[in-house]
């Protein structure tokens, strides 16, 4: 009985296919090395990025403070610095930022802007308590010094000893009182001698 041999002159020998599934995985596995490295130029350059933006935000929210805590000083309204300085930070802030920000540059921003309005409204509170402290003492300053105009000593002497601790220290105030009381009693005498002799006249 003859037998004839199968035609295998068209198979792929298995050598051959494993040498292919071979060329295929390096080539996978280099486009993934290529993405890889590609991925991380991308997030490095997109790093730089927000580091100048953030740069330009923080240096120009410290312009932003710098400038408007010097209009607000130089106002001389006490009363109304907490809503200046929130109008100011509503309407003028943004023009001292970068007009493009990126997502993770704008949440900081909004953070520092937090921190930006409450160290100034802490700022804006201790300088209105100031202000109205100056005001109080020039009042009180100057009911002292109405007192010595008039020649009034004990007058002048007890005003003085209500500020004593609060307007001026103890030692302060015991210089200011001995000023005072000469000072009152030269005026005194100065307005003894201003006013009209009397005449008396003999019948």
């Known amino acids: 009985m003859l037998h004839v041999a199968p035609d295998l002159s068209g198979v792929i020998p298995l050598n051959a296919f494993e040498a292919q599934a071979a060329s295929v995985r390096d080539l996978a596995a280099g486009v993934m090395d290529v993405s890889g490295v590609a991925g991380t ?54 023009s001292y930022l970068p007009a493009r920000m990126s997502g993770p540059v704008r949440e900081r921003v909004a953070m520092a802007r937090e921190n930006l309005e409450t160290a100034g409204s802490i700022y804006l509170q201790k300088m209105s308590h100031l202000g109205q402290l100056e005001e109080a003492r020039r009042y009180w300053a100057g009911g002292v010094e109405s007192a010595v105009e008039q020649g009034e000593a004990a007058l002048a002497e007890r005003r003085i000893k209500e500020g004593s601790g609060i307007f001026v220290t103890g030692e302060e105030a015991s210089l200011m009182a001995e000023e005072a009381h000469s000072r009152a009693a030269l005026n005194l005498s100065l307005i003894h001698i201003s006013e009209p002799t009397r005449r008396s006249y003999i019948s």
């Open 41 to 94: 130029a991308l997030k490095e350059m997109q790093e730089v990025r927000d580091a100048g933006q953030w740069a330009q935000a923080r240096d120009g929210m410290y312009r932003f403070e710098q400038d408007v805590m010097r209009e607000l000083e130089a106002g001389g309204d006490s009363e109304h610095l907490q809503e200046r300085w929130k109008k100011a930070l509503s309407e003028r802030l943004p």
